[in-house]
Every structure is written in C-alpha cells, then in structure tokens.
C-alpha cells in the first residue's frame, strides 16, 4: 500500500533503547550477586567475558546522563534474577535491591520511563542445578522473583516484559547458554517443549500477578518476531513457511493472548512424541492472563522452503539463522536481501510485513523492543566513530515502523539493540550495536570510556523531532 502522506509518530512515543543486564552490567559476582547460567558457561573461543561488559553497573549514571542527552523517553534494561536472589529462590541481597533502585531512580531523574525486562537469558546457576525450567516448581521460583520486582520497583516501573525471546531460548538455547539438558535426557523435544511450557505458564501467572499487585502497570512477552517467507510461490513452500511461522512466531504469541496451544506446533510436538505434559488447570492459567502490549525484537525476516525430511539436519546457527527442521521447514537464503558483516540478512520491509501481520493477528499495541545493526565500529584518533552503515540501518527501519503506522497499526515505541555497545550472546563484544562507544575488547578490557557515535547525533535528532527528521547529520 503507498500512503500519499504517512502518518505521524504518535505524542508520548517511547524513542529509547535495550540492554540487558548479562551483557552490559559487568560486576557479575560483586556485591552478593549470584552466578547466572551465563556466568558458568563456556565462552566461544575469543570472546569477552561477562566480568566486565561495558561495566554499567559501575558506569550507570554516566550511561543514563548520555541517554537523556540523547532525549532518550524510555531506557529498557533487565534485572538480573541472581542480582536479587544470588540463588534463585531464599534471600533477598539488599545490595541488588539498591542497585536497581538507584538505576530506576536516575532513570526516573530525567524523565524516561523505565521498561523492565523480567528475565533476559540468565537463569541462576543455582537453579539450573535443580533442573532448570524443566522443573515444574520454576514456575514459583520465577513467581518469587516477579513479586519481589513488583514490591521493590512496581511503584516507578509501569512497563514490564515477562521473558525476552523465549522462543530463542527453546530453538538455539545452546547457542545463548541457556539451554539446561538434564544427563541421559532421552527426547531433548520433549525436554526442550516441557521447559517451554513452564516458561509459558511462569509468564502467564506474572501478568496475573503484575494485575493483581499493580493495576496501573502494563505487561507483555518479548519475543523475536520474524515473518517467516516462502522460498517461492510453490505450494509446499508455503505451507512450510507457515509452519515455521508457527513454530518461530506464533506458537509465542499465541498462548500469550489468546491461551491456547498453536494447533501446527502441538502436531509437530505429537509427530515427535514430545507434548508437553499438562496439568489440571495450566490452560485455566494461561487464559486468564492478558497481556496489555506485546513487545518483540526484530532483526530480520526469515526464508524457507518445503523439506521431504531426507536432508540431514543442519547445524543449529542462531537466533536469525536457525530454520530447518527435517520434514517441518528448510532455510532458504532470500537473495533480494543484503547481509551485516556477521552475516544477517537486512530487511526494513520486512520490519512493516511483521507489524502488520502481527497486528491483524493480536490486535494489541506494540513495542518494539529491539531492532539493531551488528559491526565492527572503528575509533578514529580524534575520538570519532562515523558509523554511516548504522545510521542507514536505522533510517531504513524507523521509516517502515512510519508505514506500519499509517497502516493502522498501533505502536508504543521503539527501543533499539543497543543503548551502548555491549558483549554479544556468542560472538563478543567485537559485533557492537551502540550509539554509545565504549572502549574495550574481547581481548582486554579497555579503559571503558564512553564516546559519542555519529549515530549518537543522528538519533539524538530523530527524537527532538519524534521521527519527523531521519535526514542525514
Ligand atoms: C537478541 C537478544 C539480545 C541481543 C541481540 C543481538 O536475540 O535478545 O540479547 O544480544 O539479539 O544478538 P547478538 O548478540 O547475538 O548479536
């Protein structure tokens, strides 16, 4: 559809942008803090370690005064579960408390609007050790944790996100390090399915909760939304898309508004002999959960093609690249789109196909909750990142969240991947997504000062103008 004129960005638009606390904080076993799965994992080969980060924790009122220089409206972060209850469940560590009291508060200072992310690939390693999501009393340990959140903060954050991208924590958990597998584990689908479906039932008893404890506050699921293609207009590629689509995107979504279990996803379940067991009353559960908004992060579409189930099973690849499930799906590459240097496919129309689909779906408000370029960023000797390729990246995306409004769809606002450079799940802190720079490597850790990238600027403009100027600094 060409609109003759787009509309405008909403008043009150949430322009900001994401961290999570497992990528960006650093201190991960300071002042009481537990280790989370992140912090025992094994790193890929030359990466950072998580001791570090950007040291935001150290740095958060520096970082926080860049952002309102920014005019940032709204800074979305992530508690670390481990911050609060270094062992999951059992004491509260006042220290983790005070900490994101005092990062709440700075924010508040300047007029943003906090957006937390309840939990962001970091199960505490304590709890792990109990058998993770797969043990079904994960339900009450993360109903804990969503109270003890609601107590401390419910009465400055008025916007929370359950769990970020469960859907990549089930499809490439051991690509994140996050996937616990029990020994001997027989039928990882069926073990993999199970975790999911505490997750599920644990998100939909904390929007009831968050209800019930904050009736002002608004809550909602963060996935990874990506309108899955067809390789062709081949029948069979369709029906293969639209299975991936169900199993990628809308398995998510679906039980998060309307409860119900996306019928493509449960026969796939069924051909493996891997349903999840389901208890008297979960369903009850998951009904009575409403969320107000839906928050998604995305990066990219995605591309299939029909499988007769003969191709061997591909490696797992990551969140934007895994897709081929024998006899389900098959990747395809879609070659009308560029790639990033880390090899993702760029695909602003693709930012619109989403939201619309996603609307006429759910008809729900929604907010972006990630979107962001991937590069290696190069510091100049006078102190400069000229970082034109993220610029156009954003530009490209911002426009196509303008078309989707003029499409009728409604939009809270748009947080982008990522505030401030920040180390990646798996390929370090190399890949940076920031409009902050901040000096350090995976190799050593730098000195930590921050700099002003050109998108800096740039974005700074966006926002005084609330996305009427995306023109060139
Ligand atoms: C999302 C995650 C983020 C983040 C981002 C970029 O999947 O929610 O935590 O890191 O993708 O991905 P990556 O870090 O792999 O480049």
Same mark, same amino acid.
């Given at each position: 559809?060409?609109?003759?004129?787009?509309?405008?960005?909403?008043?009150?638009?949430?322009?900001?942008?994401?961290?999570?606390?497992?990528?960006?904080?650093?201190?991960?076993?300071?002042?009481?803090?537990?280790?989370?799965?992140?912090?025992?994992?094994?790193?890929?080969?030359?990466?950072?370690?998580?001791?570090?980060?950007?040291?935001?924790?150290?740095?958060?009122?520096?970082?926080?005064?860049?952002?309102?220089?920014?005019?940032?409206?709204?800074?979305?972060?992530?508690?670390?579960?481990?911050?609060?209850?270094?062992?999951?469940?059992?004491?509260?560590?006042?220290?983790? &408390?005070?900490?994101?009291?005092?990062?709440?508060?700075?924010?508040?200072?300047?007029?943003?609007?906090?957006?937390? %992310?309840?939990?962001?690939?970091?199960?505490?390693? *304590?709890?792990?050790?109990?058998?993770?999501?797969?043990?079904?009393?994960?339900?009450?340990?993360?109903?804990?944790?969503?109270?003890?959140?609601?107590?401390?903060?419910?009465?400055?954050?008025?916007?929370?996100?359950?769990?970020?991208?469960?859907?990549?924590?089930?499809?490439?958990?051991?690509?994140?390090?996050?996937?616990? &597998?029990?020994?001997? $584990?027989?039928?990882?689908?069926?073990?993999?399915?199970?975790?999911?479906?505490?997750?599920?039932?644990?998100?939909?008893?904390?929007?009831?909760? $968050?209800?019930?404890?904050?009736?002002?506050?608004?809550?909602?699921?963060?996935?990874?939304?990506?309108?899955?293609?067809?390789?062709?207009?081949?029948?069979?590629?369709?029906?293969?898309?639209?299975?991936?689509?169900?199993?990628?995107?809308?398995?998510?979504?679906?039980?998060?508004?309307?409860?119900?279990?996306?019928?493509?996803?449960? *026969?796939?379940?069924?051909?493996?002999?891997?349903?999840?067991?389901?208890?008297?009353?979960?369903?009850?559960?998951?009904?009575?959960?409403?969320?107000?908004?839906?928050?998604?992060?995305?990066?990219?579409?995605?591309?299939?093609?029909?499988?007769?189930?003969?191709?061997?099973?591909?490696?797992?690849?990551?969140?934007?690249?895994?897709?081929?499930?024998?006899?389900?799906?098959?990747?395809?590459?879609?070659?009308?789109?560029?790639?990033?240097?880390?090899?993702?496919? &760029?695909?602003?129309?693709?930012?619109?196909?989403?939201?619309?689909?996603?609307?006429?779906?759910?008809?729900?408000?929604?907010?972006?909750?990630?979107?962001?370029?991937?590069?290696?960023?190069?510091?100049?000797?006078?102190? !400069?990142?000229?970082? %034109?390729?993220?610029?156009?990246?954003?530009?490209?995306?911002?426009?196509?969240?303008?078309?989707? #409004?003029?499409?009728?769809?409604?939009?809270?606002?748009?947080?982008?991947?990522?505030?401030?450079?920040?180390?990646?799940?798996?390929?370090?802190?190399?890949?940076?997504?920031?409009? #902050?720079?901040?000096?350090?490597?995976?190799? !050593?850790?730098?000195?930590?000062?921050?700099?002003?990238?050109?998108?800096?600027?740039?974005?700074?403009?966006?926002?005084?103008?609330?996305?009427?100027?995306?023109?060139?600094?």
């Amino acid at each position: 559809m060409i609109h003759k004129k787009l509309k405008p960005f909403p008043e009150g638009f949430f322009w900001g942008a994401s961290t999570s606390a497992y990528q960006v904080e650093g201190a991960n076993l300071e002042d009481g803090k537990g280790p989370s799965c992140q912090d025992v994992k094994e790193l890929p080969a030359g990466t950072a370690d998580l001791k570090t980060c950007a040291d935001h924790y150290h740095h958060y009122k520096e970082d926080v005064a860049l952002m309102a220089e920014m005019g940032f409206k709204s800074y979305r972060f992530s508690i670390a579960w481990t911050r609060l209850l270094p062992e999951g469940t059992g004491k509260v560590n006042p220290k983790g &408390i005070e900490f994101y009291n005092n990062l709440i508060n700075e924010i508040k200072k300047y007029g943003m609007e906090p957006i937390v %992310t309840m939990f962001h690939f970091d199960m505490p390693a *304590a709890l792990d050790q109990r058998g993770s999501w797969g043990n079904r009393d994960s339900v009450d340990w993360f109903l804990n944790f969503a109270k003890v959140m609601f107590e401390n903060f419910g009465d400055r954050v008025k916007y929370w996100l359950t769990i970020n991208e469960q859907n990549m924590l089930t499809l490439v958990g051991p690509v994140i390090g996050t996937l616990y &597998i029990p020994e001997g $584990c027989k039928n990882v689908i069926k073990e993999v399915y199970q975790q999911n479906h505490h997750m599920l039932l644990a998100q939909a008893k904390a929007m009831v909760l $968050c209800h019930e404890m904050l009736p002002d506050a608004k809550i909602g699921p963060a996935p990874n939304i990506s309108l899955v293609y067809p390789a062709s207009c081949k029948p069979e590629d369709i029906t293969a898309a639209q299975n991936f689509n169900a199993m990628r995107n809308w398995l998510y979504l679906d039980m998060a508004v309307y409860g119900v279990y996306n019928n493509l996803v449960w *026969a796939y379940l069924e051909e493996h002999d891997a349903c999840p067991d389901i208890q008297e009353g979960d369903m009850d559960i998951m009904k009575q959960a409403h969320p107000d908004f839906i928050g998604f992060n995305y990066y990219n579409t995605k591309t299939v093609q029909y499988s007769d189930g003969t191709e061997a099973k591909e490696a797992l690849g990551d969140q934007q690249s895994m897709s081929s499930f024998p006899g389900f799906s098959k990747g395809a590459a879609n070659p009308n789109l560029p790639r990033t240097e880390f090899n993702w496919e &760029i695909d602003p129309v693709g930012f619109r196909n989403t939201i619309r689909e996603m609307y006429s779906r759910y008809r729900l408000p929604m907010l972006v909750t990630e979107n962001g370029l991937g590069a290696y960023d190069t510091l100049t000797e006078d102190g !400069k990142i000229h970082d %034109t390729y993220r610029i156009k990246y954003y530009q490209d995306h911002i426009i196509q969240i303008q078309e989707a #409004i003029s499409d009728g769809c409604e939009m809270l606002g748009y947080n982008p991947w990522s505030a401030i450079d920040l180390v990646s799940t798996h390929e370090g802190i190399r890949k940076r997504y920031g409009f #902050i720079y901040v000096d350090t490597t995976d190799e !050593k850790v730098g000195s930590l000062k921050r700099y002003r990238k050109d998108s800096f600027f740039w974005y700074k403009k966006v926002i005084a103008s609330n996305g009427a100027d995306l023109s060139n600094l």
